[in-house]
């Protein structure tokens, strides 16, 4: 179970920096602001869910592999990037991690605030700030107004969806890694058929 | 007193929140972006405050239906704010509650600080960060240098006064619910006579 | 040693202000935007931090005279910073400075991490987090894409660099305040050497 959360914050790590990265060099940033946004990114969701929950040591510093993962993966980018961003299938590759991001960063936090016996709601919201916040500062910190509070495909909604699922599979089952794996798979398919079917909140 | 103090809270939540939703809404964001910035402005200031006082668990994730109620208000607006924002009276309106908000929230931060035992300067400033930062934080989300850094009409500077009311009443009284009114009254009326006769900062 | 790390603490809370007041001064803000881009710069990066650590109660509200220096600054700063500015040395002097700064703030954050036994790799961010997210949250709060994240002369290099002496240091001679006059030298004099032969980053 533990090995499997693990598993699931590097995917989502990750493919989060990726869009960090692409987002500053985007903008046209040096090593510095590349590593600075795929940090923001991938570890600014977790670590607004640790400072709320009042957790230390932060995840991202007790497993000091992390940083420098993406230490590693900033570096590799400026070799390899432009090549990606040109490569039509790459915008779709990077939305899909994102996607798969998402579901497992959400469910991380829905696990972790549920395992500390807030409320329901509190709990879902937890999910949402896990995996959707990192995105948000990522958005703050590259001087534009957050992409998700925008009118586009769902996204948020997606994550506050899959918590609940994460929740009613725990209420039926009382396993945390079926309820795990459940919430990454709704997050993952709802965000999958919002950008197919372009689905947008109606309000 | 506890009473009192939770009833301060609501009203600070609902104003602020509302202040939020107008931005949101201006911004031309769907309900993620309308009820995520609702939370911001009114969770922001006493999140940060709780941060930097060590507080767990933080004032909302205790109090579930405070968020629940946000996001029946976001909903709600949706529905009503267009004609709202119509009606002459309706920005008055909220700049009136906004003071009390301002009030209400900054009378929070210095109560729990001064209980805390910090030093009268940093309480008055814990006051300030609680009435102030929820609103910084949601002008930054929405990508605009914050309003109240600006030079218009005196702000944070009625909180900072207010504040110092709490802590010269609780100094002659030692009754936390007579200081608490007293830093609602003072910045209340301090705003509202900023508002009135475009009160600004020398400096 | 504690009078050592208050000194330099000192040196680069007033320094790290100074910038903060000279862009708020820049964007036509008042006494509170002026004193909150102050507070922001000068303790945004050891909050964030602190925050991190875990540490409680955060050094500037533990230390009431910090922030009652720096209205003292902000207050002086809106007489005399216009002829200031206006001199071809302050900005030179400010960057010195700043250079100054930037190696006590990393160096404390460096020691700090490295006392509470993070790994090596942590250690050095948490040097470069203290030494660089003052700034980052100052251009944030002032709506820019945060300048150490630009293609410009190095910055945040120099405190990574600065860390890794510290950590150096103190593997060769266990002595903190050794270390961290390392640090502070090794991060000072590559930030002049970055800014006199506009040393960048490759990548």
């Given at each position: 179970m533990n090995t499997l959360i693990k598993t699931i914050e590097v995917i989502g790590i990750i493919t989060f920096a990726v869009t960090g990265i692409v987002e500053a060099r985007k903008k046209g940033m040096d090593l510095v602001g590349v590593y600075s946004l795929a940090m923001i990114t991938a570890f600014g969701g977790g670590t607004l869910r640790d400072f709320i929950l009042g957790r230390h040591p932060l995840f991202w510093t007790a497993h000091y592999w992390y940083p420098v993962i993406l230490l590693g993966l900033s570096v590799l980018s400026s070799i390899v990037i432009k090549d990606m961003l040109n490569r039509s299938g790459f915008v779709t590759f990077v939305l899909v991690l994102d996607a798969l991001g998402l579901g497992s960063f959400s469910a991380s936090g829905t696990s972790l605030a549920n395992q500390l016996g807030y409320h329901p709601f509190v709990t879902a919201l937890m999910g949402v700030v896990t995996g959707v916040f990192g995105g948000v500062l990522r958005d703050i910190a590259g001087n534009e107004?957050?992409?998700?509070?925008?009118?586009?495909?769902?996204y948020a909604t997606c994550a506050f969806i899959g918590s609940w699922a994460y929740l009613a599979t725990m209420w039926a089952t009382s396993n945390d890694v079926v309820s795990v794996i459940a919430c990454i798979a709704v997050t993952f398919i709802l965000r999958m058929l919002a950008i197919r079917y372009k689905i947008r909140l109606p309000l």
């Amino acid at each position: 179970m533990n090995t499997l959360i693990k598993t699931i914050e590097v995917i989502g790590i990750i493919t989060f920096a990726v869009t960090g990265i692409v987002e500053a060099r985007k903008k046209g940033m040096d090593l510095v602001g590349v590593y600075s946004l795929a940090m923001i990114t991938a570890f600014g969701g977790g670590t607004l869910r640790d400072f709320i929950l009042g957790r230390h040591p932060l995840f991202w510093t007790a497993h000091y592999w992390y940083p420098v993962i993406l230490l590693g993966l900033s570096v590799l980018s400026s070799i390899v990037i432009k090549d990606m961003l040109n490569r039509s299938g790459f915008v779709t590759f990077v939305l899909v991690l994102d996607a798969l991001g998402l579901g497992s960063f959400s469910a991380s936090g829905t696990s972790l605030a549920n395992q500390l016996g807030y409320h329901p709601f509190v709990t879902a919201l937890m999910g949402v700030v896990t995996g959707v916040f990192g995105g948000v500062l990522r958005d703050i910190a590259g001087n534009e107004i957050p992409y998700v509070f925008q009118r586009t495909e769902i996204y948020a909604t997606c994550a506050f969806i899959g918590s609940w699922a994460y929740l009613a599979t725990m209420w039926a089952t009382s396993n945390d890694v079926v309820s795990v794996i459940a919430c990454i798979a709704v997050t993952f398919i709802l965000r999958m058929l919002a950008i197919r079917y372009k689905i947008r909140l109606p309000l």
